[in-house]
Every structure is written in C-alpha cells, then in structure tokens.
C-alpha cells in the first residue's frame, strides 16, 4: 500500500486546478534544485566553463547580488555537454565529434540567439537561451504529459483519472533526470516534442475508434513530424518510429482477417509518411554531414566513414570517440555506473513489460472496439483505447531500456528516460493505491521510489554543478 507520506504529498495540491498547481509545483522544484547548484563548490574539477565562458565566471565582485548569482548560475549550468551545446550552439559544428549532439538543438539555439542578442553574442549569451528554452521546455513537457494522461483516460466525473494524470505530470517535475532538464542540454525540447507526438499519436486513435478517417491520417502525419523534430534534438526520437510499424502489421491482420482493402491501404499509407518523416528527423543531419566531410575537396583524405556502406557520421562518432556499442561499456571498472542506472532499467523494463502483456485487454482495431470496451479494466483510469495508445508506446521504452543496457554509456539512462511516459504512468497508477491497473505480481515500494528520484536529483545537482559525475 502508498505510504501516508506519499498519499499526503500528492493530495496537498488542490486537483480542482491541476495546471496552477503544476506550475507552483514545477517552480518550487526548480528553485530547489537550483539553490543546490548555486551552493556546490565552484569552479570544480575542470576549468572548461571558464575557458568558454569567461565573462560569465570571471570575478563578480562589485556586481549586484542578483547579477552575481546569475553569472555563477550560468556558469555552473554549463557543464559536460552543455559546454558542446553552447559552443556548437554559436559557432556551427567544426569537428567530427560534434555532430553527436542533437542538430536540431542546437540550431534551434542559434536561430533564438541570434533573435534575442543579434549576430555578435557571445558564447554566454548561447548558453543564457540555451538554458531558458530547457526551462521552458521542460514545464511545457509537464503540461502536455497531464493533457495526455487526460485524453487516454476514461471519461467519467471519478477523481481516479485526474489524480493519476496529476501525480504522473508531477513525476516528470521530479524526474531523476534533475539538473538536465534545466542546463543547455537537449533532454527537456526531447521531452516536450516527444510528448507532444505521443499525444497526437493518440488522439489519431481516438479519432480512428470513432472512424473519423481524415481526422486520423492527419493526426497521424502530425504524429510523425513531431516526432521526426524529436529526433534532431536526440536520436533515440527515432525509436518512437516504432509505433508506426506496429500499426502497420495491425493494418496487415486485419486485411488478412477481415479484408477491407481500400480501408488498410489507406491508413498503411499514412502510416508510412508519418514514418518517414520520423526517420528524415535522424537522416537529414547524417546527409549535412556526409555532404561536408565526404564531398569536399579541399581534403587530404576522406574520414574513414564516408567509405561505409551506411556512411553516418553519427554512429561513427559514438563508437570512434565514445567507445559506444555492444557490451563495450561492459567493464569491471562500469560496474558502479551500472548500480546507478539499474533502479531506472528496472523501472523500465518491469512498466514496458507488464503493459506490453496485456494483450488480451487492448483493442486491435475499429472492429474490436465494443468488445474491448466490455474487456477493459473496470476499476482502472485508463480507456480502452488509452490501454492500446500505452501499449505502443511500451516498445521504444524497452528497446531504449535494452540499448542502454547492452551499448550505450549506460548512467545516461536516468535522463534520457525522462522522454517516456509509460513508467510515469505506471508508478502514478501504484501511488493511487493501486486501484487503477495492477502492475507486478510482486510489489515494489513506490514510496522509496519517489524518495530514490527525489535524493538522486539533488545529489546529482550538486555533482553536476561541480562538474563531476555522473553525467
């Protein structure tokens, strides 16, 4: 059962206006964190931050209080990546190594920075827009995740549904990605235009329940290049591609199973330029690349991957400098990043997996749609259309959970997790007493859960701010 702590801090926010009380909520938070970064040892370990942003963290004596606490902000919000966001940010990307960070980011950075400061700003002024847009982002992301948690739940004057759609928007405030989501980094725009997608996503099935067909290819494409922008600020946008091929063997079943070929055609069509338009979010920076490192001219040699077969200086980069792929990461000396990230994989892994296996409770398509709403749950938040928007949205939560733990550096899963809605869901459906939908046959303490977000945060507040890891 939710602990009397738990039920106590999420019951204290007035649920009559939900959206005021996340945003109080979100700027309490944030003060929070941001007080933590304020007081951490400064400059840290490395100087890079003041080599970058000299301005920015050079001597504040004699400036207003207020003028001083924002430059050392600044300076301790640019850190690890940040400091790549910001430079690349002003000055394009130069080197190999800096087409790994998201290309739509930090173009998204330049086009406001050039807005807000003119051609001739600084680094700082970058890093200045680069942690506002995070900010803002970021309580954007919250706001779309309640929205959402609103839209595939079940229709009724029940306070179950809000409550959960609250407590899950809450969630992502406290995500254990902290300080991420406010520093120059791409983890919030991810978030928000993820969330954004996967609501658009939704509503395209909402509108295909109800054989609103134009409503629903529209909502479908939307989908997509919401998604495909995702994926030029981080490309793992790319996994969410993956709903669009789930649709795409439904749509293959149910011709199969009940003919209806004009019907399927059409929505596999739609189905496929939403999913173009979310692969061209992860090729078109890979085309910009290849077209100035591997037709150039003024070259000695050609970069060894422009040989490839696939010639993406993307994956290139990740193995090359960052020793990213199968079981790399795999090292005896890895194993206390692995012991950070495994409460976050466990999360993950356990809230995919058990959506995923309810299988017999989701519709497939229009033509199962009375039964399945016979099926549902009764005593749950979700609708039965709700139920198979989760379900899909539970396959890039476990590839990116089995990639994180098979290649990638596998600590980043804490932030990069913070763009996935399932396993928000899945804890907020826990802490409401577990009345909505039943989770593992085991139970796992959500109190210590939250408390585990809630300390990591901070910890790692600190740490980052100090410029050490884990990043």
């Not at 939900?18 to 945003?23: D, Q, T, W």
């Not at 940010?89 to 800096?98: K, N, T, Y």
């Not at 969330?195 to 494409?221: C, Q, T």
């Not at 709903?243 to 059409?266: H, M, P, Q, S, V």
Request: hydrophobic share 50%; net charge positive; with cysteine.
């Amino acid at each position: 059962m939710t602990s009397k702590w738990l039920n106590h801090v999420f019951s204290a926010w007035q649920l009559e206006r939900p959206r005021a009380s996340l945003i109080v909520l979100f700027i309490t938070w944030k003060f929070v964190l941001l007080s933590v970064a304020c007081t951490s040892p400064y400059p840290g370990y490395d100087t890079s931050t003041r080599l970058l942003l000299p301005n920015e963290t050079s001597d504040t004596k004699g400036q207003h209080i207020f003028g001083s606490l924002f430059t050392a902000l600044v300076g301790k919000l640019t850190r690890w990546d940040a400091i790549y966001f910001a430079q690349i940010s002003h000055r394009g990307a130069l080197f190999e190594q800096e087409w790994a960070f998201g290309w739509g980011f930090a173009n998204l950075l330049n086009v406001l920075d050039r807005s807000l400061f003119g051609p001739h700003g600084e680094v700082g002024s970058t890093a200045i827009v680069g942690i506002l847009v995070s900010n803002i982002s970021h309580l954007l992301a919250v706001l779309v995740l309640y929205e959402m948690s609103i839209l595939i739940a079940i229709p009724s004057p029940s306070t179950t549904s809000s409550r959960v759609a609250f407590v899950s928007a809450s969630l992502h405030i406290i995500s254990p990605a902290g300080l991420f989501l406010s520093a120059p980094y791409a983890e919030s725009s991810f978030s928000f235009t993820t969330f954004a997608g996967f609501y658009i996503y939704a509503y395209s099935l909402r509108a295909h329940n109800h054989d609103r067909v134009g409503l629903r290819d529209a909502s479908l494409v939307l989908s997509g290049l919401i998604f495909g922008v995702a994926t030029t600020f981080r490309s793992n946008g790319l996994l969410s591609g993956s709903i669009f091929c789930f649709d795409l063997f439904e749509c293959a079943l149910d011709l199969f199973t009940f003919g209806e070929l004009a019907k399927n055609l059409r929505r596999s069509i739609f189905l496929v330029i939403a999913g173009c338009f979310t692969g061209i979010g992860y090729l078109f920076p890979q085309y910009l690349a290849y077209r100035e490192f591997c037709t150039a001219t003024d070259f000695q040699q050609l970069p060894l991957w422009c040989s490839r077969r696939f010639p993406s200086i993307y994956t290139w980069v990740q193995r090359h400098y960052w020793n990213v792929g199968l079981f790399r990461y795999w090292t005896i000396s890895n194993a206390p990043l692995f012991l950070l990230a495994a409460p976050m994989l466990l999360i993950m892994i356990l809230s995919a997996v058990w959506i995923g296996s309810r299988v017999d409770q989701v519709p497939l398509m229009k033509h199962q749609g009375a039964n399945a709403s016979r099926a549902s749950i009764q005593d749950g938040w979700i609708s039965p259309v709700g139920l198979a928007s989760a379900r899909r949205l539970a396959m890039p939560q476990l590839v990116l959970a089995i990639l994180a733990l098979t290649s990638y550096h596998v600590q980043i899963v804490t932030r990069i997790s913070s763009g996935y809605p399932l396993w928000y869901w899945w804890l907020a459906s826990k802490i409401d007493d577990q009345r909505s939908l039943r989770l593992v046959k085991w139970d796992i303490s959500v109190e210590w859960v939250v408390k585990w977000m809630v300390l990591y945060s901070l910890i790692q507040a600190g740490l980052f701010a100090a410029f050490l890891p884990p990043a």
